[in-house]
T-cell receptor
Framework: KAGVTQTPRYLIKTRGQQVTLSCSPI?????VSWYQQTPGQGLQFLFE???????NKGNFPGRFSGRQFSNSRSEMNVSTLELGDSALYLC?????????????FGPGTRLLVL | GQQLNQSPQSMFIQEGEDVSMNCTSS?????WLWYKQDPGEGPVLLIA?????ELTSNGRLTAQFGITRKDSFLNISASIPSDVGIYFC????????????FGEGTQLTVNP
């Protein structure tokens, strides 16, 4: 079974630009979550989508947004990029197993903002 | 908000030694997960725990879900060089849905 895939793997942008990252979940998984990982703040939750609806949201500014499509694929968008947005952005997909929900992560998109 | 304290922050051990790391939470969790992350990659799931008191093994790895639901530990037995990496605990609670709160990570170095 294919794992979570994320594209692109690496991205360089300049301040003020916007960026869109893509995530394809494991087949059959309907929940997709996004996390930001930085050396200073660690792994922080951005938002979660389930059946095309945002189910949960972290404490990030409105410049960070996302969406989910009917095939469960998800995108996240960051507008008006700031230097501090440089990070590894991780997508995770999950499925209820009957006893709990386990998240499986993709390889991440490394974003560098100059 | 929920806080997770993971310790130790780093460990330097000899090949063949056993390793133990743990996480404590300020609030109750329903799920504890342990991940390993290699440089430039996403976290890889090692063990998932869903019930208080649960003890689960995966090869040389053993993890337990604390009885109070506020802590978990991970043991690695007979470490090998490929165990090198950063280990993270993560938990989700009753009010957070599947949203995970992560520990700060334990950097493990294994000397051959």
């Amino acid at each position: 079974k294919a794992g979570v895939t994320q594209t692109p793997r690496y991205l360089i942008k300049t301040r003020g630009q916007q960026v869109t990252l893509s995530c394809s979940p494991i087949s059959g998984h309907r929940s997709v979550s996004w996390y930001q990982q930085t050396p200073g703040q660690g792994l922080q939750f951005l938002f979660e989508y389930f059946s095309e609806t945002q189910r949960n949201k972290g404490n990030f500014p409105g410049r960070f947004s996302g969406r989910q499509f009917s095939n469960s694929r998800s995108e996240m968008n960051v507008s008006t990029l700031e230097l501090g947005d440089s990070a590894l952005y991780l997508c995770a997909s999950s499925k209820w197993t009957g006893v709990g929900e386990t998240q499986y992560f993709g390889p991440g998109t490394r974003l560098l903002v100059l | 908000g929920q806080q997770l304290n993971q310790s130790p922050q780093s460990m330097f051990i000899q090949e063949g030694e056993d390793v133990s790391m743990n996480c404590t939470s300020s609030s109750i969790f329903n799920t504890w997960l342990w991940y390993k992350q290699d440089p430039g990659e996403g976290p890889v799931l090692l063990i998932a725990l869903y019930k208080a008191g649960e003890l689960t093994s995966n090869g040389r790895l053993t993890a337990q879900f604390g009885i109070t639901r506020k802590d978990s530990f991970l043991n690695i037995s007979a470490s090998i060089p490929s165990d090198v990496g950063i280990y993270f605990c993560a938990g989700s609670g009753e009010t957070s849905g599947s949203r995970l709160t992560f520990g700060e990570g334990t950097q493990l170095t294994v000397n051959p």
